[in-house]
């Protein structure tokens, strides 16, 4: 499979712990997305890349959100000490072009106890 | 903020008849308006895009209008199918941010 991967595809955590997850783009798509979903919303813009560089990062976002694609390839976030309302599907999508389709990841079902 | 207003949440057609969703956008920056697929359980995929030098663009069953000085955009499905059922988001989006509407859930009634 040569589309985006993401792993873990669920991660269940208690309250305060960290959590990683990490996205592959497609290969040679230098722009990666990272979003949040809730049920019933539409995916919620958390921060873009293009090669190795955050170049945009929602200011809904909190400092307990980081985000690194240290070679411009694969991208990690992290949450630290998780929240309950941080319980979402996590997505990453990559493109190519800056204004051109997005292809998204399967995603990482986060639950927070 | 920049925010993406779609309606209706939900739609219920008759297989064969046509199913509108519109969107307004606030950004005035943005450039490219994509429209997104989302199966229960699965990944969103594009089904349609316009960019703002464009009026209006078809593929097969699928149209999408933009006006840029209202601000709106729409997506026209026609000769509904039982396999068009799934959630579609609206999306505008501008340099490097990217907004997502809220989702129209669409039911085609056989």
């Known amino acids: 499979d040569t589309g985006v991967s993401q792993n873990p595809r669920h991660k269940i955590t208690k309250r305060g712990q960290n959590v990683t997850f990490r996205c592959d783009p497609i290969s040679e798509h230098n722009r990666l997305y990272w979003y949040r979903q809730t049920l019933g919303q539409g995916p919620e813009f958390l921060t873009y890349?293009?090669?190795?560089?955050?170049?945009?990062k929602s200011r809904l976002l909190s400092d307990r959100f980081s985000a690194e694609r240290p070679k411009g390839s694969f991208s990690t976030l992290e949450i630290q000490r998780t929240e309950q309302g941080d319980s979402a599907m996590y997505l990453c999508a990559s493109t190519l072009s800056l204004l051109g389709e997005q292809f998204f990841g399967p995603g990482t079902r986060l639950t927070v106890l | 903020g920049e925010n993406v207003e779609q309606h209706p949440s939900t739609l219920s057609v008759q297989e064969g008849d046509s199913a509108v969703i519109k969107c307004t956008y606030s950004?005035?920056?943005?450039?490219?308006f994509p429209w997104y697929k989302q199966e229960l359980g699965k990944r969103p995929q594009l089904i349609i895009d316009?960019?703002?030098?464009?009026g209006e663009k078809k593929d097969q069953r699928i149209a999408v209008t933009l006006n840029k000085t209202a601000k709106h955009f729409s997506l026209h499905i026609t000769e509904t199918q039982p396999e068009d059922s799934a959630v579609y988001f609206c999306?505008?989006?501008?340099?490097?941010?990217?907004?997502f509407g809220s989702g129209t859930r669409l039911s085609i009634r056989p």
């Open positions: 950004d005035s920056a943005s450039n490219y």
């Open positions: 890349f293009q090669n190795e560089a955050q170049l945009e």
């Open positions: 999306a505008a989006s501008s340099a490097s941010k990217i907004i």
């Open positions: 316009i960019r703002s030098n464009v």
